[in-house]
């Protein structure tokens, strides 16, 4: 599960990888492994119907649809509706499941999340809304389990080759993959930086988000600092510009790494140039998310052009 290694030296860092895109099922990334154990949740309180929400992007709207169709769960998938051309492959694999798709302005995600949820009822379902309540919060000890989890393989892998991750980086849109993480830190009384490097929002956001869930899962406040960086958002969730483009495309040709423009693409971009403002030195962590269908998305349209 560890699957840590050495990726490249970048100045003088080492970069090392955490491939949690090659888990084993729905191109695995964090989703697979955050939906896993909401899945779990859903067994323990009875419930058979999955209700998430995201964007057409969304990387967690797959892997819900997907993990619910294997557990026999049925599912509704609710789609930030955003006006532009073309189906990218995460909603393209929505529609092939059998979860049903549904379209809502970004303004009308409680309404809809309730409508949902009652019209499961009706049928004499048990849902469950992936986020807790219509207003998308309460159910961050749930959506941070797993990645306090990835933090102690992080530490196994340090105990077994004897090196110590300076910094650990990975792209932040929730925030709920890196409050887990944090949670891991924060656990083993730890002080290294975990920077998230935001893909959509800013910083007061993200940092709100984070803190929310650290006291969901720790019950306690905490002193350790929150790395939320939304310097590299380049242009917003969903846009990227040309220097990301370009070191997606460099990594897949070079390193045989599949990096997308929005999320792991961003993020590994940030890193590079937070090692280069910082100069940092020695071993660095990257976790890789997932998010394949967005290269999928890149590929098709011009990456590899
Ligand atoms: C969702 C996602 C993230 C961000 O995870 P959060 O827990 O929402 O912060 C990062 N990378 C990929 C590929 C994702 O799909």
Same mark, same amino acid.
């Given at each position: 599960?560890?699957?840590?290694?050495?990726?490249?030296?970048y100045?003088?860092?080492?970069?090392y990888?955490?491939?949690?895109?090659?888990?084993?099922?729905?191109f695995?990334?964090?989703?697979?492994r955050?939906?896993?154990?909401?899945?779990?949740?859903?067994?323990?309180?009875?419930?058979?119907h999955?209700?998430?929400?995201?964007?057409?992007?969304?990387?967690?709207?797959?892997?819900?649809?997907?993990?619910?169709?294997?557990?026999?769960?049925?599912?509704?998938?609710?789609?930030?509706?955003?006006?532009?051309?073309g189906?990218?492959?995460?909603?393209?694999?929505?529609?092939?499941?059998?979860?049903?798709?549904?379209?809502?302005?970004p303004?009308?995600?409680?309404?809809?999340?309730?409508?949902a949820?009652?019209?499961?009822?009706e049928?004499?379902?048990?849902?469950?809304?992936?986020?807790g309540?219509?207003?998308?919060?309460?159910?961050?000890?749930?959506?941070?389990?797993?990645?306090?989890?990835?933090?102690?393989?992080?530490?196994?892998?340090?105990?077994?080759e004897?090196?110590?991750?300076?910094?650990?980086?990975?792209? !932040? &849109?929730? %925030?709920?993959?890196?409050?887990?993480?944090?949670? *891991?830190?924060?656990?083993? /009384?730890?002080? @290294?930086e +975990?920077?998230?490097?935001?893909v959509?929002?800013?910083?007061k956001?993200?940092?709100e988000?984070?803190?929310?869930?650290?006291?969901a899962?720790?019950h306690?406040?905490?002193d350790?600092?929150?790395?939320?960086?939304d310097?590299?958002?380049?242009?917003?969730?969903?846009?990227?510009?040309?220097?990301?483009?370009?070191?997606?495309?460099?990594?897949? !040709? &070079?390193? %045989?790494?599949?990096?997308?423009?929005?999320?792991? *693409?961003?993020?590994?971009? /940030?890193?590079? @140039?937070? +090692?280069?403002?910082?100069?940092?030195?020695?071993?660095?962590?990257?976790?890789h998310?997932?998010?394949?269908?967005?290269?999928?998305?890149?590929?098709?349209?011009?990456?590899?052009?």
């Amino acid at each position: 599960m560890k699957n840590i290694s050495f990726l490249m030296k970048y100045k003088d860092a080492d970069i090392y990888i955490k491939r949690d895109d090659l888990l084993g099922f729905s191109f695995g990334g964090n989703k697979v492994r955050i939906v896993e154990k909401v899945i779990l949740d859903m067994k323990k309180k009875g419930c058979d119907h999955l209700i998430s929400y995201g964007s057409r992007t969304s990387n967690l709207n797959r892997a819900a649809a997907h993990l619910a169709e294997r557990e026999g769960f049925s599912c509704t998938v609710i789609f930030k509706e955003d006006g532009r051309e073309g189906m990218p492959f995460n909603e393209w694999f929505v529609k092939e499941s059998g979860a049903e798709s549904i379209y809502c302005g970004p303004d009308r995600v409680r309404e809809t999340v309730e409508g949902a949820l009652r019209k499961a009822e009706e049928l004499g379902k048990k849902p469950y809304y992936i986020y807790g309540t219509p207003d998308g919060t309460g159910n961050e000890a749930v959506l941070t389990e797993a990645y306090t989890e990835a933090y102690d393989e992080i530490l196994e892998f340090e105990v077994s080759e004897g090196i110590s991750f300076d910094h650990i980086f990975l792209a !932040s &849109g929730t %925030g709920m993959t890196q409050s887990g993480l944090m949670a *891991g830190a924060i656990s083993h /009384g730890h002080k @290294r930086e +975990i920077v998230g490097i935001s893909v959509a929002r800013d910083e007061k956001k993200g940092t709100e988000a984070i803190k929310r869930a650290l006291y969901a899962r720790l019950h306690r406040e905490t002193d350790l600092r929150i790395h939320f960086l939304d310097g590299y958002r380049s242009g917003g969730y969903g846009a990227s510009d040309q220097e990301v483009r370009e070191l997606c495309r460099h990594m897949l !040709s &070079g390193h %045989g790494l599949p990096l997308d423009p929005v999320y792991t *693409g961003k993020a590994f971009s /940030g890193m590079l @140039r937070e +090692i280069d403002r910082k100069k940092l030195s020695g071993p660095q962590l990257f976790i890789h998310t997932g998010g394949l269908p967005g290269v999928f998305d890149a590929a098709c349209k011009d990456m590899l052009s």
